[in-house]
């Protein structure tokens, strides 16, 4: 299973990922910075495109050791 983690530390809050994803990503008020809607969204296409997309390189892909 692949788990879908923002590192808020190098968000930048430029909501690249919120225009492509709008579904999964919000920039948190609090913050400024992207955080997601679900906690663990399923991850398809868009999201890895969003993902490979993010100019911080914040969204990553981790995948479970079983």
């Known amino acids: 299973m692949t788990a879908l983690v923002i590192d808020s530390y190098r968000c930048s809050g430029?909501?690249?990922c919120c225009?492509?994803?709008?579904?999964?990503?919000?920039?948190?008020?609090?913050t400024g910075k992207a955080a997601l809607i679900e906690p663990d969204p399923e991850i398809t296409a868009a999201?890895?495109?969003?993902?490979?997309y993010c100019p911080?390189?914040?969204?990553?892909?981790?995948?479970?050791?079983p």
Request: hydrophobic share 45%; aromatic share 6%; with cysteine.
């Open 14 to 16: 430029c909501a690249t």
């Open 47 to 52: 999201i890895r495109q969003a993902a490979a």
């Open 19 to 30: 225009e492509m994803c709008p579904e999964v990503f919000v920039l948190n008020p609090f």
């Open 56 to 65: 911080e390189k914040c969204i990553l892909l981790q995948k479970d050791n």
